[in-house]
T-cell receptor, first 111, second 114 residues
């Protein structure tokens, strides 16, 4: 089972920042937090990942709490094309390559 | 920008038939994966492949499934005798290096078993 908990859905106005929360209270010290998204039925798309420091790339920012039990993905200026299901995934173990997917958060960007 | 490609985009088959789904991973990647997603459900891991052998597989990946890298570019998933419940989107993914590296996904093959 997935080791993360996310709200099933969220709305955000176009042009505003979208903040997607994720709880991963049982995360281990060597496990990373990954974020992917899936637009409609397309293949999942990698967004960002981090261990304990905050991370930023051209798509988003990832804020991880100091105790690492939760994180927030921030899309700074959401557009209609950001409407998708967003998945927060904790990478399980160091000899195990699979991604275990939860139900994700359905983010709807409204004009 | 390099991308993972998959063929066909849609495959329709009769129950009991064999199907082969094809993937071309990103050229310098070393790790390859198959996932599936039944309509309206979560993405599920099937198998990972490295150095010409399976490195991990899920309970879904039973004897009816096999994977192969027949040449330097293709990565295939074979289902020997399809069942109705095999109907799903099948996604291939590849990654460059160690387990921390992100996985890049293809567009998927929609398999419909009649």
């Amino acid at each position: 089972d997935a080791k993360t908990t996310q709200p099933p859905s969220m709305d955000c106005a176009e042009g505003r920042a979208a903040n997607l929360p994720c709880n991963h209270s049982t995360i281990s010290g060597n496990e990373y937090v990954y974020w992917y998204r899936q637009i409609h039925s397309q293949g999942p798309q990698y967004i960002i990942h981090g261990l304990k420091n905050n991370e930023t790339n051209e798509m988003a920012s990832l804020i991880i709490t100091e105790d690492r039990k939760s994180s927030t993905l921030i899309l700074p200026h959401a557009t209609l094309r950001d409407t998708a299901v967003y998945y927060c995934i904790v990478r399980v173990g160091d000899s195990n390559y699979q991604l275990i997917w939860g139900a994700g958060t359905k983010l709807i960007i409204k004009p | 920008e390099p991308e993972v490609t998959q063929t066909p985009s849609h495959q329709v088959t009769q129950m009991g038939q064999e199907v082969i789904l094809r993937c071309v991973p990103i050229s310098n990647h070393l790790y390859f994966y198959w996932y599936r997603q039944i309509l309206g459900q979560k993405v599920e891991f099937l198998v990972s492949f490295y150095n010409n052998e399976i490195s991990e597989k899920s309970e879904i990946f039973d004897d009816q499934f096999s994977v192969e890298r027949p040449d330097g570019s293709n990565f295939t998933l074979k289902i020997r005798s399809t069942k109705l419940e095999d109907s799903a989107m099948y996604f291939c993914a590849s990654s460059g290096g160690a387990w921390r590296n992100e996985q890049f996904f293809g567009p998927g093959t929609r398999l419909t078993v009649l």
